[in-house]
């Protein structure tokens, strides 16, 4: 089967992608926003990127600082739009299915020329606040209600986006729920695991804007600071915002603080893995990384829960805390000593989440489910 993906460069799509390695079907891939850079780690895959400018002429980068206006009026001339790129790969190409990653970038974006080609099947993956988000906006919802019902199949991360979607005028066939990027190499990150009793750590997911909410569950740790002089608190992936507000209330002077930038996926899940307690919070999302991540690292979750995705996999005060409201420093300080004075309640969900629900996201299980339901299309194909 040839495979035609669409998406932007992010490494959720690159850990997907990986999955169809040694399948046999032939996968093709288009940068939506054209990063120039070719991805090593899907190498098997015939990769469109530096499309976007007809030409790369000299002094374009020295134009565009002295005199912008004449560059963009060039631009104009130079410069390829993603409709007529996947136009002229259809036609290249003659995939079986164009498979698209996120709605507005991916998928709306290319609704004319997808039109073009009805004969094509069509595939959507949505991911995080793709619907549950984006549905909020008189602009975004209109995108979706008009792109839904031309998609054929669609994954999600989360069970709640597929009933979203079906609300919102999807009609196709659900192909099923997975990580955004495929599952975890459990066995690469279990000798990073110390035993409960040694974890004396507090890790908190560090962004702060126009989703996330870091700086609450910072404000609701000011609350409870004496109760928490005997862990490490770490937040990860911190950025400006948060910086300042640790700042400002004095969490920087704390003994027990610190704040890391910049860690890549394996260095924050070496992280995990000493940490007793995991928080992540933000207004909207799928099924959170930090959640699935928490749990591979059999670590205590205190998660958010918008728009009842992260109730998928933890039932309230039994394999882990749920914060009903991410605005409410309060109520997320009154989960954390939930947690830190009930250290038999936070083991026993521990276990529960290694027993029932972490081998199910072991990176080749994942892959083998996915790849079925590719076969499921291949199949549908031929008939």
Same mark, same amino acid.
């Given at each position: 089967?040839?495979?035609?993906?669409?998406?932007?460069?992010?490494?959720?799509?690159?850990?997907?992608?990986?999955?169809?390695?040694?399948?046999?079907?032939?996968? =093709?891939?288009?940068?939506?926003?054209?990063?120039?850079?070719? !991805?090593?780690?899907?190498?098997?895959?015939?990769?469109?990127?530096?499309?976007?400018?007809?030409?790369?002429? $000299? #002094? @374009? +980068? &020295?134009?565009?600082?002295?005199?912008?206006?004449?560059?963009? !009026?060039?631009?104009?001339?130079?410069?390829?739009?993603?409709?007529?790129?996947?136009?002229?790969?259809?036609?290249?190409?003659? $995939?079986?299915?164009?498979?698209?990653?996120?709605?507005?970038?991916?998928?709306?974006?290319?609704?004319?020329?997808?039109?073009?080609? /009805?004969?094509?099947?069509?595939?959507?993956?949505?991911?995080?606040?793709? &619907?549950?988000?984006?549905?909020?906006?008189?602009n975004d919802l209109n995108n979706i209600k008009t792109t839904l019902p031309e998609i054929d199949y669609m994954f999600a991360d989360c069970s @709640?986006?597929?009933?979203?979607?079906?609300?919102?005028?999807?009609? #196709?066939? +659900?192909? #099923?729920? =997975?990580?955004?990027?495929?599952?975890?190499?459990?066995?690469? =990150?279990?000798?990073?695991?110390?035993?409960?009793?040694?974890?004396?750590?507090?890790?908190?997911?560090?962004?702060?804007g126009k989703l996330g909410r870091c700086n609450k569950v910072l404000e609701g740790l000011t609350m409870i600071k004496t109760e928490l002089k005997?862990?490490?608190?770490?937040?990860? %992936?911190?950025?400006?915002?948060?910086?300042?507000?640790?700042?400002?209330? %004095? &969490?920087?002077?704390?003994?027990?603080?610190?704040?890391?930038?910049?860690?890549?996926?394996?260095?924050?899940?070496? &992280?995990?893995?000493?940490?007793?307690?995991?928080?992540?919070?933000?207004?909207?999302?799928?099924? $959170?990384?930090?959640?699935?991540?928490?749990?591979?690292?059999?670590?205590?979750?205190?998660?958010?829960?918008?728009?009842?995705?992260?109730?998928?996999?933890?039932?309230?005060?039994?394999? #882990?805390?749920?914060?009903?409201?991410?605005?409410?420093?309060?109520?997320?300080?009154?989960?954390?000593?939930?947690?830190?004075?009930?250290?038999?309640?936070?083991?026993?969900?521990?276990?529960?989440?290694?027993?029932?629900?972490? /081998?199910?996201?072991?990176?080749?299980?994942?892959?083998?489910? !996915?790849?079925?339901? +590719?076969?499921?299309?291949?199949?549908?194909?031929?008939?």
């Amino acid at each position: 089967m040839r495979i035609l993906m669409v998406s932007m460069f992010s490494i959720h799509f690159f850990r997907w992608a990986e999955q169809l390695r040694d399948t046999g079907h032939q996968v =093709y891939w288009i940068d939506v926003f054209d990063s120039n850079t070719s !991805v090593k780690s899907i190498d098997f895959i015939e990769q469109t990127v530096g499309w976007r400018n007809r030409w790369d002429y $000299p #002094g @374009r +980068y &020295l134009l565009k600082s002295k005199v912008p206006a004449l560059y963009n !009026v060039i631009n104009k001339i130079n410069q390829r739009d993603l409709n007529s790129i996947l136009e002229e790969k259809i036609k290249e190409i003659q $995939p079986d299915i164009v498979h698209s990653f996120v709605l507005q970038s991916a998928t709306f974006s290319i609704l004319k020329t997808m039109k073009i080609f /009805p004969e094509i099947k069509w595939v959507y993956s949505a991911w995080g606040n793709d &619907l549950f988000y984006r549905k909020n906006f008189e602009n975004d919802l209109n995108n979706i209600k008009t792109t839904l019902p031309e998609i054929d199949y669609m994954f999600a991360d989360c069970s @709640r986006d597929y009933l979203l979607a079906k609300d919102l005028g999807f009609n #196709g066939k +659900y192909l #099923g729920t =997975y990580p955004t990027g495929g599952g975890y190499n459990l066995a690469e =990150y279990d000798k990073f695991n110390s035993d409960f009793e040694d974890r004396h750590g507090i890790i908190i997911k560090g962004y702060q804007g126009k989703l996330g909410r870091c700086n609450k569950v910072l404000e609701g740790l000011t609350m409870i600071k004496t109760e928490l002089k005997d862990y490490k608190i770490s937040v990860y %992936g911190a950025n400006k915002e948060v910086y300042e507000f640790a700042k400002k209330n %004095g &969490l920087l002077e704390w003994s027990n603080f610190i704040i890391k930038y910049n860690l890549s996926q394996a260095e924050v899940l070496k &992280l995990m893995g000493d940490a007793k307690i995991s928080i992540g919070n933000s207004i909207s999302d799928g099924l $959170p990384n930090t959640l699935l991540e928490a749990i591979i690292m059999n670590s205590f979750p205190i998660q958010s829960n918008p728009g009842g995705a992260s109730s998928e996999l933890i039932a309230h005060e039994e394999n #882990g805390l749920l914060i009903a409201d991410p605005e409410n420093p309060i109520e997320i300080g009154e989960l954390l000593l939930k947690a830190i004075n009930d250290p038999v309640f936070m083991k026993r969900a521990i276990i529960h989440n290694s027993e029932y629900i972490k /081998p199910y996201l072991e990176r080749n299980n994942i892959k083998i489910q !996915v790849q079925k339901q +590719y076969r499921i299309i291949e199949k549908q194909l031929i008939n």
